[in-house]
């Protein structure tokens, strides 16, 4: 039976349970945002994409950059509740479309029962954020009532960093990023993604992704497709193009885009490679294109949030910051550009000043790695990660040229 699971995002202390509807299944998924001092999101993102893009660099399981900054100190985080085995224990996992390997074991162990197997081999996947590693075992994830799929490839950590309140991630990137992950193979694990459809159990081979503009801390935001889209989230169709062949953003969700700003095309971004990533905040720039980006709004940085800032007079003036993306422009109105003013207070920030959600890539930038479009980008748009067909879509939503911010 192929079903087109649909999962739902929001912001509250549980989950809420499982609702069955015909052919769907919706899964209600917590999102979860503290700030309690030390790292900004800012810093947090940039030692993100170090990570990410840390052995692609290398070409060997490293270790750098893994620990700069800890990420328990900020979290905008996407979380689900799992079953995991026959008999399932409840796992609390996060979601991340910039990883690949599903994993337990940060605060509750793996508890075992008769569809747990042990493969023999020890797992070190260094492309995610936070250092953990573990024993791969293979056993039954269960995502929803009816939706169980069979021998999925998980890791169960004996170390891992960072993860306060968290069990692990679920994982429903690239299947390219698994391989090497087994320290003693060099071979490549299929993801929840690859198995739920091989299994027959979604009938694409694909996820799409919907995010809203968040103005508080109680707000229902998102929603997560897998085997297909939900028409009701976007408007008109989705513009495909094919996944970028550029090296680092090709090991990930990668695609090209060229970035300008304002009615007079003032150029921040020469058609470029990078990537797509729900894992990421704010939309990170390559230095040269974030230097010409802050000179063309007259932003300055702010020390205590780590973001651009701007006066409310110079935010009246905003221009709108253009993508074009496989021939199709997509408009970043003034509004879109923003952190929401209602949550100015919750990074340190001032009632006086508009904080902005262009950041600066740092480091990591490299011909084949010059930005990412991180959830403050998703949240304007719909994202199709069409993984059968090797592309990634782009549709407008109603939340395209919101002025909720």
Known sequence: MHFFLILLFAWAAAASPIVVRDSHVSLAFTRRYKLDGGSTIHEIDQARARALIDRSRSGVKSRASLFDVSASNVLTEYTVDVGIGNSPTTYTLLMDTGSSNTWIGANKSYVQTSSSHSIGQLVFPTEQAILWAGNEYIDDITLADGLTIK???????????????????????????????????????????????SQGLISEHAIAVSFEPVTSMSEANGELAFGGTDSSKYSGTANNVPLTSTSPASKYVGINQTVTYGSNGTSILSNSAGIVDTGTTLTLLATDAYNAYMTATGATPDNTTGLLAITPEQYNNLESLYFEIGGTTYEFTAN????????????????DYVYLIVGDLGSVAEPGHQFINGMTWLERYYFVYDIGNSQVGFATTSYTNATTN
Do not use: E, K, M
């Open 336 to 351: 879109a550009q923003i952190w929401p003013r209602s949550l100015n207070s919750a990074l340190g920030g001032s009632s």
């Open 151 to 197: 021998g999925q490839s998980i890791g169960s950590a004996f170390t891992a960093n960072g993860y306060n309140g968290i069990g692990g991630i679920l994982s429903i990137g690239p299947q390219n990023v698994t391989c090497g992950s087994l320290v003693l193979s060099s071979d490549c694990i299929p993801t929840v993604t690859d198995n739920a459809y």
